[in-house]
């Protein structure tokens, strides 16, 4: 059987809409799928290219081996067979894979059994992101972790901008750069969003009056509220908390 056939049996048998095309449009993310003898049965483009090749159809049906060194494919078989013996995903696998260039990095890989329609396992599909990249990402976030924990906690309260430079350790314009460029916001959008937040889960599950949310949100009185609910949400706070009442439980006191 050639390999597209042998794919598109092995698709038919799987339950309609577990996975596949939208790992085509995942920025980071590598994409794989394996049919139980551990060939690839399926790729998104990123993988494809990772791999050294051009198109999906050229990987299908190749095993671990065709491809990486005898160290790596070996470590790959081995999660595999893990997945396939007790169908349990195995997720978080910080492990070394090829980067762009063909060198070892590393690298976190989530793997997934895939079952058929009679309930048995019938392959496995996963995910491979750049550890490295990961952390360079959220490094940003991690020097400003302190400061956001403190907004989250302090939303109510008058914005003050030198103690939350205090906490990040630095000076007041250091910190309103780092802050936008980071949250692509400043510290005053990202407190009022807080208090948007708030208020929204007030409306839903309380009966209190829209000006007590108001208040009791953070923001100085009726008018600075309307108009800055109105901004974020699209609607007014009387129309999200009609529509919340629809599509949730009745809201308590």
């Given at each position: 059987?050639?390999?597209?056939?042998?794919?598109?049996?092995?698709?038919?048998?799987?339950?309609?809409?577990?996975?596949?095309?939208?790992?085509?449009?995942?920025?980071?993310?590598?994409?794989?799928?394996?049919?139980?003898?551990?060939?690839?049965?399926?790729?998104?483009?990123?993988?494809?290219?990772?791999?050294?090749?051009?198109?999906?159809?050229?990987?299908?049906?190749?095993?671990?081996?065709?491809?990486?060194?005898?160290?790596?494919?070996?470590?790959?078989?081995?999660?595999?067979?893990?997945?396939?013996?007790?169908?349990?995903?195995?997720?978080?696998?910080?492990?070394?894979f090829p980067n762009g260039e063909g060198k070892p990095?590393?690298?976190?890989?989530?793997?997934?059994?895939?079952?058929?329609?009679?309930?048995?396992?019938?392959?496995?599909?996963?995910?491979?992101?750049?550890?490295?990249?990961?952390?360079?990402?959220?490094?940003?976030?991690?020097?400003?972790?302190?400061?956001?924990?403190?907004?989250?906690?302090?939303?109510?309260?008058?914005?003050?901008?030198?103690?939350?430079?205090?906490?990040?350790?630095?000076?007041?314009?250091?910190?309103?750069?780092?802050?936008?460029?980071?949250?692509?916001?400043?510290?005053?959008?990202?407190?009022?969003?807080?208090?948007?937040?708030?208020?929204?889960?007030?409306?839903?599950?309380?009966?209190?009056?829209?000006?007590?949310?108001?208040?009791?949100?953070?923001?100085?009185?009726?008018?600075?509220?309307?108009?800055?609910?109105?901004?974020?949400?699209?609607?007014?706070?009387?129309?999200?908390?009609?529509?919340?009442?629809?599509?949730?439980?009745?809201?308590?006191?």
């Open positions: 059987m050639k390999p597209e056939e042998d794919r598109k049996k092995w698709e038919e048998a799987l339950q309609p809409g577990q996975f596949r095309h939208l790992f085509d449009h995942l920025t980071g993310t590598l994409f794989f799928a394996k049919d139980l003898s551990g060939r690839l049965i399926a790729a998104n483009p990123a993988f494809v290219k990772r791999c050294g090749f051009t198109k999906e159809s050229e990987i299908i049906g190749i095993p671990d081996t065709s491809i990486f060194s005898p160290r790596m494919a070996e470590k790959f078989q081995h999660d595999d067979q893990r997945v396939l013996s007790t169908g349990k995903p195995l997720l978080g696998i910080i492990e070394l990095e590393w690298f976190i890989t989530d793997k997934l059994p895939l079952f058929c329609k009679s309930g048995k396992i019938h392959g496995l599909c996963g995910t491979v992101r750049s550890y490295e990249a990961q952390r360079a990402a959220m490094q940003p976030y991690m020097e400003l972790a302190e400061v956001a924990d403190h907004l989250k906690n302090h939303f109510r309260k008058k914005l003050d901008m030198p103690r939350l430079a205090k906490i990040a350790n630095m000076s007041v314009r250091q910190f309103e750069r780092k802050f936008r460029a980071t949250f692509q916001m400043n510290p005053r959008d990202y407190m009022i969003r807080m208090r948007v937040i708030e208020a929204c889960n007030l409306l839903a599950r309380t009966n209190q009056p829209i000006t007590t949310i108001a208040l009791e949100s953070g923001f100085y009185d009726h008018s600075d509220f309307a108009r800055q609910f109105r901004r974020h949400m699209g609607q007014t706070a009387s129309q999200y908390r009609l529509e919340r009442r629809l599509s949730i439980t009745p809201p308590v006191e």
